[in-house]
Antibody, heavy 133, light 107 residues
Framework: QLQLQESGPGLVKPSETLSLTCTVS??????????WGWIRQPPGKGLEWIGS???????YYNPSLKSRVTISVDTSKNQFSLKLSSVTAADTAVYYC?????????????????????????WGQGTTVTVSS | DSQMTQSPSSLSASVGDRVTITCRTS??????LNWYQQKPGKAPKLLIY???SLQSGVPSRFSGSGSGTDFTLTISSLQPEDFATYYC?????????FGGGTKVEIK
């Protein structure tokens, strides 16, 4: 059974860089059928998509965060990572990693919508990151 | 960006009630619409994908409908475990966006 687990510091100082890793177990991140994404949720608020990566390294970012976000993948470790620079208190949130796609996607490098058409079916438990000095 | 408007933002209902939540998008997204359930302190759970397809393992009392700009999530007979917050999410264009959520509370 595929599982995702976020890890990283729970406290980050303003202006510094938030770094999180999502470890995939029970399956391969190198699946041609799936995309891997980051989503966050500020306290008491709704969900915000941060960005997504394919095992080949193709990335998509939310324009509202694009200048500060980097998502990368390490297929040898079955992990993907998030870096968010120049953080402020507004970046305080629960950060989730999630998988999107379907094993029925048999060709590689489909448009992003083809993967998220099937929704995000596996999520990590989430990790709380607080930005504070 | 495709704006997502969910209504109502909250509702009170009793066990056994039929509950309907709507999601309207600012532009047509065909059927690229997913629904999630989130309980306090937990990650969202996928209920419905492609507007009307039931995710594996999700009870059949959940159903989705709609296309274009107007979508509906229906719970045919509300159960105690269904009290949660529900979100719609469009997957047609980037940035992927979520509705503001509908909190379903016990009456």
């Amino acid at each position: 059974q595929l599982q995702l687990q976020e890890s990283g510091p729970g406290l980050v100082k303003p202006s510094e860089t938030l770094s999180l890793t999502c470890t995939v177990s029970g399956g391969s991140i190198s699946s041609s059928s799936h995309h891997w994404g980051w989503i966050r949720q500020p306290p008491g608020k709704g969900l915000e998509w941060i960005g997504s990566i394919y095992y080949s390294g193709i990335t998509y970012y939310n324009p509202s965060l694009k200048s500060r976000v980097t998502i990368s993948v390490d297929t040898s470790k079955n992990q993907f990572s998030l870096k968010l620079s120049s953080v402020t208190a507004a970046d305080t949130a629960v950060y989730y990693c999630a998988r999107a796609g379907d094993y029925g996607i048999l060709t590689a490098y489909n448009p992003l919508r083809d993967y998220y058409y099937y929704g995000m079916d596996v999520w990590g438990q989430g990790t709380t990151v607080t930005v504070s000095s | 960006d495709s704006q997502m408007t969910q209504s109502p933002s909250s509702l009170s209902a009793s066990v056994g009630d039929r509950v309907t939540i709507t999601c309207r998008t600012s532009q047509s997204i065909s059927n690229y619409l997913n629904w999630y359930q989130q309980k306090p302190g937990k990650a969202p759970k996928l209920l419905i994908y492609a507007a009307s397809s039931l995710q594996s393992g999700v009870p059949s009392r959940f159903s989705g409908s709609g296309s274009g700009t107007d979508f509906t999530l229906t719970i045919s007979s509300l159960q105690p475990e269904d009290f949660a917050t529900y979100y719609c999410q469009q997957s047609y264009s980037t940035p992927l966006t979520f509705g503001g959520g509908t909190k379903v509370e016990i009456k």
